[in-house]
């Protein structure tokens, strides 16, 4: 699939990460297949994290580190990607793991289905307590498929560890630094000026870890970052009228989510320090799963609730 350089280059950047990144190097070290390379830029940790990817690259040539003064995820990632030499880019954080079987997959699946500039595949959230749990459970993503500029402007369809070529990179111009949610700005901006095709294989081949720490947790500043990445697209002036409908409604939506999780954080907190933890992180698995019904209901109750408590 490749001449010159390895075949996959993950992309890690990492920042105060010694907890994780152990876990995360091993499972790619675990991999089935064998032609990778492991880029990891540390984002000016003031932790052991350096030290830890220094003494897995002495064991093992595919390992790099990188490192630079704080700038944050986007940023970190992109200096992970321009110092790669695969064909193929991996997404890969600091806190995710990917099951022995993720490069061998995927790589069947790019020979199968060839010429695509996007890959991804389902895969599990991993809870505090072992607890693992499908990201993308829907009927919807059990068949091979494409998503395109208006199913993701609906929702973000690609799950964290996913496949882009070094193409797709140079011809969107990278990822933007300062931005909180880069993945969802860097695959918006991909479809949108850089024509992107993308193709799904439902298996999950990966985990994503769930914890009260990670980037994600920060409700507002998520949403702050989603809604400007969706006004930055419609500046670009390329969508249609259409496209700027949908992206006008997810702007909507990023607030509508926030209040919903705002509101499942405090039932999760709220068992958790009656019950215990591992019960709290069991209803927050609970109104996961139920999210398609639950939704609409609590995010009305949660809109009334915002809207009388800035009226006292």
Not at 58 to 72: F, M, P, S, T
Not at 144 to 155: G, H, I
């Amino acid at each position: 699939m490749s001449s010159g350089g390895p075949v996959f280059s993950f992309a890690m950047p990492a920042y105060n990460a010694e907890a994780t990144i152990g876990r995360a190097i091993e499972s790619a070290l675990e991999q089935r297949y064998a032609d990778w390379e492991l880029v990891v830029c540390d984002d000016g940790s003031t932790d052991g994290t350096a030290d830890l990817v220094r003494s897995y690259a002495a064991r093992d040539a595919r390992v790099h580190l990188i490192q630079q003064a704080n700038a944050g995820c986007g940023a970190a990632r992109d200096t992970a990607v321009r110092a790669s030499r695969g064909r193929y880019v991996v997404r890969f954080d600091a806190d995710d793991e990917l099951l022995p079987e993720y490069l061998e997959e995927m790589a069947a699946f790019i020979e199968r289905e060839p010429g695509y500039d996007i890959y991804s595949c389902n895969g599990w959230h991993l809870y505090p307590d072992g607890t693992r749990r499908l990201a993308r459970p829907d009927e919807r993503y059990r068949e091979e498929q494409s998503f395109t500029l208006d199913d993701m402007l609906f929702a973000t369809h690609i799950f964290t560890v996913a496949v882009f070529t070094r193409d797709l990179f140079d011809r969107v111009g990278g990822i933007r630094p300062g931005v909180y949610c880069e993945d969802v700005d860097f695959w918006l901006r991909a479809f949108a000026l850089g024509e992107a095709t993308h193709r799904y294989l439902p298996r999950p081949l990966a985990l994503y870890t769930v914890s009260d720490t990670q980037m994600t947790a920060d409700f507002a500043r998520v949403a702050e970052s989603r809604a400007a990445i969706y006004r930055d697209l419609i500046a670009t002036g390329a969508l249609t009228a259409e496209q700027e409908r949908l992206a006008e409604r997810a702007i909507e939506k990023v607030f509508e989510d926030e209040r919903v999780y705002r509101w499942r954080e405090g039932v999760r907190t709220g068992v958790a320090r009656v019950f215990g933890r591992r019960a709290g992180y069991g209803v927050s698995r609970a109104m996961h799963a139920s999210a398609r019904w639950l939704r609409p209901p609590v995010a009305r109750l949660a809109s009334l609730l915002s809207r009388r408590g800035a009226g006292r």
